[in-house]
């Protein structure tokens, strides 16, 4: 009796001892991104707004729109005006809604076209999104919204016909705000679904940037086919009208930008300022849209 004891002791130690079951490394995201030039800012402005946003926005930047047409973009039922404005620094899908605009839709900052929607929505799940509207289809394909750790709406689509857009001359940011709870999941989930990098990683940037002089943030660059992101971590208090932009544009000329975005009746809510080497301001285009415009200082 002793010596079976003693063996069963001794197997006990050695399972104890044995090297650890190894869990099986997560599969790769599939690659779901096409390029920069199909991913969309989504405006939304009252329908009275839409003739004079369009003016403004292409005479500030330059580019043509696409014919407005009045369509149902959502799953259930609505009306809206939808048109493509397309310019060498960005494009924005423009939505001037008839009808009140269902839920949560309004809320998605972004459009980025997909190679595969079902294949993206598996990855973007595998990857720690929430898909808040599954897919449905619209009058030139597939669409879904998916929500990123710290509560970032982005839709993603898919065409029947697959869209021939001529590349930027400079690529857009999506402008980013969370919260430091949230941060590196956002970074490390969406990093994984889009096969970005991040490119910079700067945890005392000057606060004016936000807003915050004589203060700090952080603040997180990321780039991939999808085109760039740029992650600001804060607090949350936050001066108006930092945190309502959701797209930075990239000019060569800033002074002259801003004269034709002035000229053709936009506002500059931010005066031009210097610092991590480009020079920055702030506008907001008639029916409300805000963005971040700026030039790289040599």
Request: glycine letters at 6%; aromatic letters at 8%.
């Amino acid at each position: 009796m002793r010596l079976i004891n003693a063996l069963v002791v001794t197997a006990a130690l050695l399972a104890s001892t044995a090297a650890p079951i190894q869990a099986r490394p997560a599969a790769p995201a599939p690659t779901v991104a096409v390029a920069p030039q199909y991913d969309t800012t989504h405006v939304y402005v009252a329908p009275e707004d839409v003739d004079r946003f369009v003016t403004s926005f292409l005479a500030t930047f330059g580019g043509q729109s696409t014919t407005q047409v009045i369509a149902t973009v959502t799953p259930t039922p609505s009306s809206t005006t939808s048109q493509l404005l397309q310019t060498p620094v960005g494009t924005v899908s423009l939505f001037g809604f008839k009808t009140p605009i269902p839920y949560p839709f309004g809320a998605e900052r972004t459009g980025y076209l997909v190679t595969d929607l079902d294949v993206a929505l598996k990855a973007a799940r595998a990857a720690g999104a929430d898909v808040i509207v599954s897919a449905f289809p619209d009058p030139i394909g597939r669409d879904a919204v998916i929500q990123w750790p710290g509560g970032i709406n982005m839709q993603l689509y898919w065409h029947t016909t697959k869209p021939s857009y001529a590349a930027y001359q400079t690529v857009p940011e999506n402008r980013v705000y969370v919260s430091a709870d949230r941060a590196e999941a956002l970074v490390r989930s969406f990093t994984r679904f889009s096969h970005g990098k991040v490119v910079s990683d700067e945890v005392r940037a000057p606060g004016r940037e936000i807003g915050k002089p004589n203060t700090s943030y952080r603040r997180i660059r990321i780039e991939s086919a999808f085109g760039k992101m740029t992650v600001s971590v804060t607090d949350g208090i936050l001066p108006f009208p930092y945190g309502r932009e959701m797209t930075g544009y990239e000019v060569n000329d800033l002074a002259d930008t801003l004269a034709k975005a002035k000229a053709a009746g936009a506002t500059v809510l931010v005066e031009p300022d210097t610092s991590d080497h480009r020079e920055t301001a702030m506008l907001q285009f008639p029916g409300g849209y805000i963005a971040e415009v700026h030039a790289v200082v040599k």
